[in-house]
């Protein structure tokens, strides 16, 4: 069994910085791609943040310059590290990760618990 667990989130003023983090444990054979979703009241969920096993990024538009992804394959652990927050960027953070839990099984996507990440003053 896969889970993924996220720490970091909170309350924090506009123009602060807050750090995600996101561990991987149990049955896991490999990783690809990691990232972080985020949902707001009322919106759909959207990408935030992607990266590759081998540390290619891609970010959404509006947090690009202020965000930035990072993994350590070692831990199968993926950051975010969040500058500069504006209060559009409160929201519940989602930790995903593609996941081959067997060598001998389809990888699948897996999705954490979610960290509430608020921003105001």
């Known amino acids: 069994q896969v889970q993924l667990v996220e720490s970091g989130g909170g309350l924090v003023q506009p123009g602060g910085s807050l750090r995600l983090s996101c561990a991987a444990s149990?049955?896991?054979?490999?990783?690809?791609?990691m990232g972080w979703y985020r949902q707001a009241p009322g919106k759909q969920r959207e990408l935030v943040a992607q990266?590759?096993?081998?540390?290619?990024?891609n970010y959404a538009d509006s947090v690009k310059g202020r965000f930035t992804i990072s993994r350590d394959n070692a831990k199968n652990t993926v950051y975010l590290q969040m500058n500069s927050l504006r209060p559009e960027d409160t929201a519940v953070y989602y930790c995903n990760a593609r996941i081959r839990p067997k060598r001998w099984l389809s990888e699948r996507d897996y999705w954490g618990q979610g960290t509430q990440v608020t921003v105001s003053s």
């Open positions: 990266i590759s096993r081998g540390g290619s990024t």
């Open positions: 149990g049955s896991i054979f490999s990783i690809y791609a």
